[in-house]
């Protein structure tokens, strides 16, 4: 590191970004072996800046799951702005990365040939960087795909590289902490909203309607059969979800990843996402889809940029480059599988089980006066009603109750 | 409108996209003319993809202002991830038509040559759509550049046309709106939290410690006379936002915007962005700065297309093309500029005023529970401080309380 | 079409687009049933503007394909700015395309399965342009995947959609064109210069240097197993483009498309496309491999998009939408397969063969001057030299004698 | 520079990417003043991405010039498509960059705020290889705007700098070797083609039949008057180009920047682009515009980032920042200004004067047998015809024999 002194005095831009370093890092392998080949430089110049970002998405990564692992368990709410801007950066990012091998593919297959010979054993396999991303986002060991028969950390040998691999697969992943989180969502206790309970009734509901009805009204016997078959295929779909052993046996196959628990917590925020209180919830869930997405993006476009190259041959440093890069685009390969698959398991809102008064209020973001309201109301309600009845959305004491009690009219903010 | 049963019996692809409809609009005058020239039907196509885009636009924000417009003038929280996720949705949309114009600028000049005479006085000028995006958004009409010495509106001759254009004037504007919204951001009120006297007192602190103070010590008498001209640059700088008169000089000269209320909202809400309330409204302001700064984009990215197709020549229509359009880039035509010059009024962290106990448990999102425990802690503290005073945040109630009361580990969610 | 006259006499922005239809084209189905969604307005307007693409795509890949055409069956060289331009064109409307995925994912799960209803049988498996898209860029229907059991053609029931897929199938696709153009490529003529044999010539002597004497020179007997081993992979994969038996089982298997005549074409002009004669046609092959890059690009978004959407549950129209598309990203869909693996058969710069000078003049692009002065130097040289002997391209004829008969100095232009 | 051996024995990824030095260049400065500010990190990361393609820019701007700068003064045919592939590349990179400020706007104001502080006085505006590409490109001196007052040469002290900035001065930039070569444009010598004269008579017949006749069978006076005066504006637009004076006076004004003869030439490219030998010069000039007008979204990007971060204070180095850079969005600074404004000079296609056939020939690509055919019909019709005279285009010789002395069909490639 430079000398660089807090104050910053003498900082200029060269010696703040040590653009003597960064700027004198590209040996052209060609060129020092005497026939310079014009694109070696892009070629660097590109893998240099993926792994600056991937430095950058390391550092987004960390801080996010820094603030998801403090000692209370408990995620202090006043984070999660700072979550969900670092996930949209990470995902801006990788939009910015899978858009950049349009400019290495303006490197000819002919001129790759001409310099790839100089690359020797070197290869993109060996990027630590990207390794650590995948395992920090939570990437499952035993789904990876092994290339050339190889496990992808037998290329590191370096003890640094070592222990940061190692690292990356101990502590836990972003995925580990977004499940425990999930876990912990308001609502799913069963002495309480008992959401898992409700939900199950308002889908059996939804699917006698929807098929068994519609299915037994049809007297074509032939019609009537194809109606049936697929009200089981509904009946049997949702049973995978509702049964935790039947779940159970998916994630041992790789089909699912979240647990159980944590599943219904997902469930639960998507179904009730316009909440106040699941609004950034359900944003960050988004966001971890969408960087799934572009992840997958990536691998798609490098793919593709392989193929040009090299065509089916062999990769640098003897791998079977496009083969093996081709079977990584798979779902085994999105961490955040399940969060593309919830909406297999939606429901229509007419048939979404209503919220409790109690449900309500802890979903909402109430200033102390409408909590002191919506407590008077209350009262008042349980008198004449049972507490966990569900209450009409529309006289919801929230809303009604704040007209009444408020003085200051220029204060109503939101 | 096409025979659409609700029911959607027999609907296709085709129908309900009506395909028979939208792929029948497109007439290549040149070829009318007997004399095609290909690339007008790409002038076509791109024109039709814009408008259909616009339409979008105009849906999505006349919903939003509608949710601000509800009769109580209340934003109902449980709405504001609708207005979260439709400005974001119309700023990805204006993504793609800034992008869009790449495609247009592979006609070249020579063709549009070819064809621009069968237009007569057709022009990008009379698209109606965009004059209501930019009314509804809440471009000022005051600020508008004349075209060709004429007013914008004197292209619109139907009956039907000026209706929507007098009601896109007559109706607020998301600019007014949102103005509104911001003057009732909680902390304003003099009467409690009084955010406009503390922050004040935050700003001249400040200005002392950084700019007067090194001054003073500064020997060397041509520096010294330096220091102090910057000290008083700050000063006057931050005097423009202090004094409401002055601010309204600003106003009325059209280098501000919103009131001075809604000045004082916005920078609150930017300063405690942190505090789980501000989430969302810091998230809302950054997209309407978003959405001004991809405006200004398409503006500019229509400018050097328009620079492309015809030079400094007369444009279509017999506008003075170019030169309007490039005049349209400019401050005047950002409906936001104030959240884009807010930056100029931030504080430090370490000088920005403190939140009192009570303004903390109203910016905080709390579940009963948490509530109840921090009254408790609250009136014990109130015993021996005033209550008015900052609390320390790392001891607040909020987090502190938090693990005494809570039994059910399990549902911590945040 | 409305009553436009040649001279556009009072036409208008909005007359011209046609925007009374293009803009009244949008009912929303759940509106119609009295129970609005909102995201359904974003669904149709991105499928009608998916569809306006798509309607500029086919214009442009027909026009491309009759130049291709024309009757005597040579390709007139001042067209081919033209088709690069065009193909360029529709390189960035799919790029454009692909991108707009995340727009529509703006639309959440719950919101479409809100109206998914109301959509009843109508699908995306309907779009009747993007089949004619697919089949006039020369996509195999013999390698296209069943839908649901089902063939793709079975939804198309009017006539006029029927006669308009007979036609795009009978008609010869700009793969069959391209292909056809590609047999011409000169330099392929056995008794000119001949190309074939001296490729394969040279790939021999290439395989022998490089992997049989590497192998050869081995001591250590594993090693030299390994080596011999990797040496007869090389020699197996070039046997396999240089016999046409093994290559038309490839074909035969869905492998490889081109005939073996054009995939010596496309290698001729890989290998010499620094030759000014091959400038352009070397454009054109990278931009075939760019549309179909971006063909599986925009297959994938799809896909994810889809995914969010429904998950694993049955698509809109019966279809199994996510497995059914996922399918569909496979190089068995890639109309240009064979230019993506052209990069598996080329040699490094010092084994390509050389040029003879008739060769080199035939792929010159040389002024009346030049061509005077070149002959004259080529016949000098006859005399000492076999004509079909490599120049050395470092005096070739061209830039020698250029100097010398240069009068004007001026117009040296290029 | 690492010890690597031109065999590339032992090269890694790592290794050959230098990533020891890339990834160990950032030091964040409120870390090192003990006040971390977690945004810091993304500012540097950003600045080294941009310096790192910054410096790939440079690299193939230069590599540009030089095959510019070839000492025969002539450009090499068969180096056309490497300029065309890297002018194309770096528009790619350009687009990249300018999407790029994506990615530093999720930095907030508050955030910068915190850390600015500690960067003293080093500023973006001390960006060396910014400063050599504008150069390079051939940025004028004198059009550039003064910052603070002061040459932007003065921020950069030591001798190397100095020394690479005066040689970015001193040799050819860009636009310089562009000039020269239009200038050697064919067609322009008036002892042949003589390009302008036969401009200007096409110009004035243009104007004559479009404006003046019209405005003389106008019988309303007051109209009469308004399209005297569009006749004599369109005249004064072209007398702007006919007339060397005139021209030298925007010249020297800063209005225009391509000497007079160069301008002829850019305008002969673009009226006969579709000859075959013009086609790679007119993707020449369209991907020159497409930088320049990257170069102005950069800048446009650029400026609004720093509205949003700073607003209207006083920028990191003490530059009057926004200010500043605002006012370098501007004509001024468009290296190629004149290839914008070119579309006013062109004429509609049935004006454009006819090529010769000597001309028709210069600017074809012929096989040699196809010159010999050409020949001998030029020399019949030479007797019944003067040379000079307009061929009719589709009884041109080139096409006309073709079919006639082929012999062997399958090799007309083009």
Not at 72 to 95: A, H, M, W
Request: hydrophobic content about 35%.
């Amino acid at each position: 590191m430079e000398e660089m002194k807090p104050n910053g005095a003498g900082l200029t831009y060269s010696s703040y970004l040590q653009l003597n370093k960064v700027l004198d890092s590209q040996t052209v392998m060609s060129e020092v072996a005497g026939r310079p080949v014009h694109d070696e430089h892009l070629f660097i110049i590109t893998h240099q800046a993926y792994e600056l970002w991937f430095k950058q998405i390391l550092f987004e990564v960390d801080s996010i799951r820094h603030i998801f692992m403090n000692p209370s368990k408990t995620l202090d709410e006043s984070k999660t702005l700072n979550i969900i801007n670092r996930l949209n950066r990470v995902q801006l990012i990788l939009k910015l990365l899978a858009d950049q091998f349009q400019i290495l593919e303006t490197m000819t297959p002919l001129d790759f040939l001409e310099f790839r010979g100089y690359l020797a054993t070197a290869s993109g396999f060996q990027s630590l960087q990207f390794r650590l991303i995948e395992n920090k986002l939570g990437m499952n060991e035993e789904y990876r795909i092994k290339y050339n028969q190889q496990h992808y950390k037998r290329v590191f040998n370096d003890p640094q590289s070592i222990a940061m691999l190692e690292d990356s697969l101990s502590s836990p992943s972003l995925f580990k902490l977004v499940e425990g989180w999930l876990e912990r969502t308001p609502g799913l206790e069963k002495s309480e909203f008992n959401f898992w309970m409700k939900y199950q009734k308002a889908v059996n509901r939804w699917i006698e309607d929807c098929w068994l009805t519609v299915a037994q009204k049809e007297e074509d016997p032939v019609k009537k059969e194809t109606k049936m078959l697929e009200y089981q295929k509904q009946k049997d779909t949702f049973e995978s979800i509702f049964d935790p052993e039947k779940h159970q046996v998916l994630v041992d196959r790789g089909d699912r990843r979240l647990s159980h628990k944590a599943s219904q917590g997902a469930l639960m925020i998507s179904l009730y996402r316009d909440e106040p209180r699941f609004h950034q919830p359900f944003h960050l869930l988004t966001l971890l889809t969408d960087i799934d997405s572009l992840m997958t993006k990536w691998r798609s476009n490098h793919v593709m940029m392989v193929q040009r190259m090299i065509g089916s041959k062999v990769g640098t440093g003897g791998s079977s480059g496009y083969q093996y890069l081709r079977s990584t685009i798979s779902d085994r390969y999105k961490v955040f599988l399940d969060l593309f698959n919830l909406s297999a398991f939606l429901l229509p809102r007419d048939y979404i089980p209503p919220l409790t008064s109690a449900m309500k209020r802890t979903l909402s973001i109430l200033s102390h006066e409408q909590i002191a309201e919506l407590d008077a109301d209350f009262e008042q309600s349980q008198s004449s009603s049972d507490s966990d009845e569900p209450i009409n959305d529309k006289n919801s004491g929230a809303n009604n109750g704040q007209e009444a009690v408020r003085t200051d009219a220029d204060t109503d903010f939101f």
